[in-house]
C-alpha cells in the first residue's frame, strides 16, 4: 500500500459531491440545449469525481507495478479521463455549440490522460522494452494535448469557417460564441498548460523517471491542483457561468453579464432547439 495522508480526497469528496447535487438542480432547471447538455456533462463528471474521491480517500486503486515495485496510486490517473474529456467538452461547447467541436474535445482532452493511464501501469525503471512504451504513451499524450490547442484555437479564431464552412447564423462575425478575444487567449493557452502539465507531472514524477522525487502527500497534492482544484472545481462552473448557451456576445471581460445578442437565423434554421452540428 502507498503510504500518505489522503485528507485531500475527503474534501475533494465533500466539494464534490455538493457540486454533483447543484448541478443536477440547475440541468433540471435548463431549457437550453447547450447550457443543459453542459450541466449534464458537469453532473456526471462530479458524481463520478465523489465516488472515485472516496475510493482514493480509503487507500484503494492502488498498485504496485510487477516490473519494477514502484506503487502508483493509479485511480487518481483513471479519474483524469473522464475529468479531461469532460472539461475539454465544457470548454467546446463554451465557444461554439458544434457537436463535431466537442467530440474531437472529448477525444483529445480524454486521449491525453488516457495515454497516461497506459504509462503509469508501464514498469519504467527496469528500462527494456518496458521503458520504451512509457515513452510512447507520453508521446502520445503529448501529442493528443497539441491536438486539443489546435483544435481550440481553430474553434476560438473563427478558423474553422474556411473548412467546414459553418452557417453564418452559427457566428454573427466569423468569430467563436464566447466573449472576446482576451478570453479565447486566456482560455486556450491555460487549458493547454493544465493538460500538458499533467503529462509533465506523470513523466517527472515516481510514476515515470522520477527526476522530481516527491512524498506521496506532495504528489497527490500537485495532481488534485492540477486536475481537480483548476479543472474540475475552477474552470467549469467558470465557464458555465461565462458562457451557460454558448450564444455570441460581444461584451468585453469585464462585461460577462451583459445580455448576448443573438443573430438572426435564416429561413428554415433553428436555433436553439437543438446542439448545431
Known amino acids: 500500500m502507498c503510504t500518505g495522508d489522503t485528507w485531500p480526497y475527503w474534501i475533494e469528496l465533500g466539494v464534490g459531491a455538493v457540486l454533483t447535487v447543484l ?32 475510493a482514493l480517500a480509503l487507500h484503494q486503486a492502488q498498485w504496485s507495478r510487477s516490473g519494477d515495485g514502484v506503487c502508483v496510486i493509479w485511480g487518481r490517473w483513471a479519474l483524469a479521463i473522464p475529468v479531461h474529456a469532460a472539461v475539454a467538452a465544457l470548454i467546446s461547447l463554451s465557444l461554439s455549440p458544434s457537436l463535431i467541436d466537442m467530440s474531437l474535445a472529448v477525444i483529445f482532452g480524454g486521449g491525453s490522460a488516457l495515454a497516461l493511464l497506459g504509462g503509469v501501469l508501464t514498469s519504467v525503471q527496469n528500462g527494456g522494452n518496458a521503458e520504451s ?31 467546414l464552412f459553418p452557417a453564418a447564423y452559427q457566428s454573427t462575425d466569423g468569430r467563436a460564441n464566447v466573449i472576446n478575444r482576451n478570453w479565447y487567449i486566456l ?91
Open 23 to 54: 448541478s443536477l438542480v440547475v440541468a433540471k432547471g435548463s431549457r437550453d440545449p447547450t447550457r443543459q447538455a453542459k450541466t449534464i456533462i458537469a453532473f456526471f463528471t462530479y458524481g463520478l469525481v465523489t465516488i472515485v474521491a472516496g
Open 133 to 163: 512504451a512509457a515513452i510512447l504513451w507520453t508521446v502520445a499524450s503529448g501529442i493528443c494535448v497539441i491536438a486539443l490547442f489546435v483544435l481550440l484555437v481553430g474553434i476560438a479564431f473563427g478558423f474553422r469557417r474556411f473548412l
Open 187 to 277: 482560455l486556450v493557452i491555460g487549458t493547454t498548460l493544465v493538460y500538458a502539465g499533467y503529462t509533465l507531472l506523470y513523466a517527472l514524477g515516481p510514476e515515470g523517471w522520477r527526476q522530481y522525487e516527491s512524498q506521496f502527500t506532495q504528489t497527490m497534492l500537485l495532481t488534485i491542483a492540477l486536475d481537480m482544484l483548476l479543472l474540475v472545481f475552477i474552470a467549469a462552473p467558470v465557464l458555465f457561468l461565462l458562457n451557460p448557451d454558448g450564444a455570441p456576445s460581444t461584451a468585453t471581460a469585464f462585461e460577462v453579464l451583459t445580455p448576448a445578442e443573438t443573430a438572426v437565423a435564416p429561413a428554415g434554421a433553428s436555433i436553439g432547439s437543438q446542439i448545431i452540428v
